[in-house]
């Protein structure tokens, strides 16, 4: 078969990411069948490149990976769902070959995508056994129902088939190829490596475990730092980002990961999700030492109350021993405030926000809460919309707060042009670990200001660079 993979992911910030899931699905494709990766990200006009691509290959069937429904700020999920619809009629307009869809876009509103978007096929979830699977399925004529997470339409209806299939072994899946991985991506330097699959934490929200599954299936160390030192053979990686939902939990395989990282001397860089759960002094150090530059860390709410409204099994004082175990270890950290969850009040907004101003982490992200499924519109969707202006206006009223959080959908310590100016300067890894380098003037300082030595209420060792960094 001849098998166009299309990325259709068009966004650039915080940085431009690989399509690392479609090159993972492309790559466990047996050898006989032709394929070519198009990626969308960077063109100028992905229309008509589609169409173009299409007509010179003219593939047998399209894959086509959706890996976010919301923008950057999860402010807005209807542009990507009127680019979709947009990119499916142009796929539509020049060949007859079905369409697959899938990835962790897809895999969060399979069923509402499906009827939307119409395509032929969708997988949610892992797509590294299935998309193979249904492949040969679609080659021989056989059956498809038996693919686990397969969505498809019968009688006009959507249909999704149950079940979680093989297990799948992810000490022997390939490594993607990066050889035709646009190079601009790599200008931050960064390159993606994932040490697990899988959550077994049950926050409220949380769409994770749709894409990953909740068992974790759990890299051997050793291949994963070969995968580390190969990668970083193939190209210039300044920084690794490892993509695990949370790297820290389970907390022996993270100590495992960190003691091979050390054992085999990885000098590069890199960043991690963790978690308040089963963080504890060791980690912190050991971590450390393998070169971690920084955590980010989904702590959600200051309230005691909401956090067990969103079922994330730890409370605020969690949040502290967290905090406080990096500081003292050297850890950078970034906590991730999701204010306006359901059920919460303004008040517990309010009382966020005082929290996040105690804590004072190294860095933090404040968004306000938005569910994927009002890319579909409706009346819930239109009150959670104004209920989502009065918790911006409550930020705003306070931001003076909390100097070292980014609130990107009040421009506060977000700018893209500034951003861009970083990267051609030669800052490398996420932005965020340099924001109290620069302090209040992140947003438009100089580059002596963002990689130089500022401000002075603590003191400690770069462990991404070696140098010492006052912060
Ligand atoms: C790590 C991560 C990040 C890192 C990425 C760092 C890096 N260097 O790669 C950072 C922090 C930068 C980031 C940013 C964003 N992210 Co993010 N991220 C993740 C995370 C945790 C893992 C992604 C990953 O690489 N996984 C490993 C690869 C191998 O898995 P995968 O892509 O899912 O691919 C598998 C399947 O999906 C499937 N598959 C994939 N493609 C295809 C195609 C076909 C045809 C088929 C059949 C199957 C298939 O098979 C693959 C292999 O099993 C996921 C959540 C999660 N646990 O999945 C969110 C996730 C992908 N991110 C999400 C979002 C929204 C964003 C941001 C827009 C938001 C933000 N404010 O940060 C930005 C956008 C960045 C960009 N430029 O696109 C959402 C997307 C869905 C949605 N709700 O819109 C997710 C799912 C989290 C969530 N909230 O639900 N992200
Ligand atoms: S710990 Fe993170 S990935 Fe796991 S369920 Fe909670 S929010 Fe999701």
């Known amino acids: 078969m001849r098998i166009g993979f299309v990325s259709a992911n068009r966004e650039v910030l915080p940085d431009p990411v690989i399509p690392l899931g479609v090159m993972s699905v492309m790559s466990t ?7 070519e990766l198009w990626d969308l990200c960077f063109s100028t006009d992905p229309l008509a490149e589609i169409r173009a691509r299409i007509r010179e290959f003219k593939p047998d069937l399209l894959a086509i990976g959706l890996r976010n429904l919301q923008n950057n700020a999860y402010s807005d999920v209807s542009n990507n769902l009127r680019y979709y619809t947009d990119l499916i009629g142009a796929v539509r307009m020049v060949t007859r070959a079905p369409i697959v869809l899938g990835g962790g876009g897809f895999s969060v509103a399979p069923e509402a995508l499906m009827a939307h978007l119409k395509p032929d096929y969708g997988i949610v979830g892992e797509g590294d056994y299935a998309f193979p699977g249904l492949v040969e399925r679609l080659d021989t004529g056989a059956p498809i129902d038996d693919i686990p997470n397969l969505c498809y339409f019968s009688d006009r209806e959507v249909h999704r088939t149950l079940g979680s299939g093989a297990p799948i072994d992810i000490n022997n899946l390939p490594i993607p190829t990066r050889d035709h991985v646009d190079a601009r991506y790599y200008e931050a330097g960064i390159e993606s490596v994932q040490s697990k699959r899988g959550c077994a934490l049950r926050c409220d929200y949380c769409t994770y475990p749709l894409i990953e599954g909740r068992s974790y299936r759990l890299k051997d160390p050793a291949r994963f730092v070969d995968e580390m030192i190969e990668l970083g053979r193939r190209r210039a990686v300044t920084h690794f980002f490892i993509v695990d939902s949370v ?7 993270a100590k495992a990961i960190c003691r091979e990282m050390i054992r085999r001397g990885i000098d590069t860089p890199w960043t991690c999700y963790g978690n308040p759960i089963g963080f504890d002094a060791d980690l912190a150090q050991l971590m450390n030492d393998a070169g971690c530059a920084g955590i980010e860390v989904g702590s959600d709410s200051g309230s005691d109350r909401v956090l067990k409204n969103l079922h994330k099994g730890f409370t605020a004082a969690s949040i502290q021993n967290f905090h406080a175990l990096c500081a003292a270890k050297g850890l950078k950290d970034c906590h991730t405030f999701i204010l306006g969850t359901q059920g919460e009040t303004l008040d517990e907004v309010r009382a966020t926000l005082r929290f996040v101003a105690d804590l004072n982490p190294y860095a933090c992200i404040l968004s306000v809460w938005n569910d994927d499924n009002d890319i579909f519109g409706g009346k819930a969707a239109e009150e959670r919309a104004q209920f989502r202006k009065k918790v911006l206006e409550v930020i705003s009223a306070s931001q ?9 959908e009040l421009g506060i310590l ?3 042009l500034f951003f861009r100016l970083l990267r051609r300067r030669g800052v490398r890894g996420p932005l965020w670990q340099y924001i109290r380098n620069a302090g209040l003037s992140f947003k438009g300082g100089s580059h002596d200001e963002i990689m130089g030595h500022r401000s002075t209420d603590r003191h400690r060792r770069d462990v991404g660079t070696g140098r010492d960094v006052h912060y």
Do not use: A, G, M, N
Request: charged share 25%; net charge negative.
């Open 247 to 253: 790297f820290t939990i389970p907390p022996t395989h």
């Open 414 to 416: 977000f700018d893209p």
């Open 29 to 35: 494709l047996p050898e006989r069948h032709e394929k």
């Open 400 to 408: 003076d707060l909390f100097p070292y959080s980014v609130v990107q």
